[in-house]
């Protein structure tokens, strides 16, 4: 069992570029969490998918930002003309239904905007 | 409004016991569950209550209160490996779309284990 695999583990980009973050979901998973950290603070919700689905985007700001699962593949996490506050760790975590007791991370990626 | 509170830091020696406290305020409480995360590494879970009452897992137990809104985890027989943060979360029952259970999570507590 992989567990949830996400890359790159690291990412550089320049102000004004796109980064794209790739989380896949531990087998047999298909509710996929992503949570952005900041360093020395917690894990702040960002946004809930399923399968093909957008189930719970409050924690996403309105502009730039964007996530999906199709049908096949990954779940991206898109960030379009990144600005240094896009710095943090972003983690996803999957479970197995709607009523998960614990998530399980991924090791997440390290986004730095220079 | 939900939010958590933890103490941001605690220090402690090898093989002694230390209880880190998690107060919360929310609305559709579902339970409370506790992870750890060595610093660059990925939050990793420990335990989880729905119930009141203590859940032990080896070394480490944890407890609930709902009707103080308040638990707690204990680590017992500390070692250099436990120094990590530790946060607190709490899983709220979303309502729309069909229902799931989303994880709020406190600021953390970073421990510190010396020899």
């Known amino acids: 069992n992989a567990g949830v695999m996400q890359n790159p583990r690291h990412l550089v980009r320049r102000r004004g570029q796109e980064a794209r973050l790739r989380c896949s979901p531990m087998k047999g998973h298909s509710h996929v969490y992503w949570y952005r950290q900041l360093p020395e603070e917690g894990l702040k919700f960002m946004v809930y998918?399923?399968?093909?689905?957008?189930?719970?985007e409050s924690g996403m700001p309105k502009e730039r930002f964007s996530a999906e699962f199709p049908k096949e593949g990954p779940s991206i996490l898109r960030i379009q003309q990144v600005v240094r506050g896009d710095s943090a760790a972003y983690f996803c975590?999957?479970?197995?239904?709607?009523?998960?007791?614990?998530?399980?991370f991924g090791s997440g990626t390290r986004l730095t905007v220079v | 409004g939900q939010s958590l509170e933890q103490p941001s830091e605690v220090t402690a020696v090898e093989g002694a016991i230390v209880q880190i406290n998690c107060t919360y305020q929310t609305s559709g409480f579902y339970g409370l569950s506790w992870y750890q995360q060595h610093d660059g590494g990925a939050p990793t879970f420990l335990s989880y209550?729905?119930?009141?009452g203590l859940e032990e897992t080896g070394r480490f137990s944890s407890f609930l209160s709902r009707s103080d809104s308040y638990g707690y985890l204990l680590l017992q027989e500390l070692q250099m490996k436990d120094s990590a943060s530790y946060f607190c979360a709490v899983a709220t029952r979303v309502t729309f779309s069909g229902g799931y259970n989303k994880l709020i999570f406190g600021a953390g507590t970073r421990l510190a284990v010396h020899p």
């Open positions: 975590a999957s479970s197995t239904g709607d009523r998960a007791l614990g998530y399980t």
């Open positions: 209550n729905a119930l009141d």
């Open positions: 998918l399923q399968k093909e689905n957008i189930i719970d």
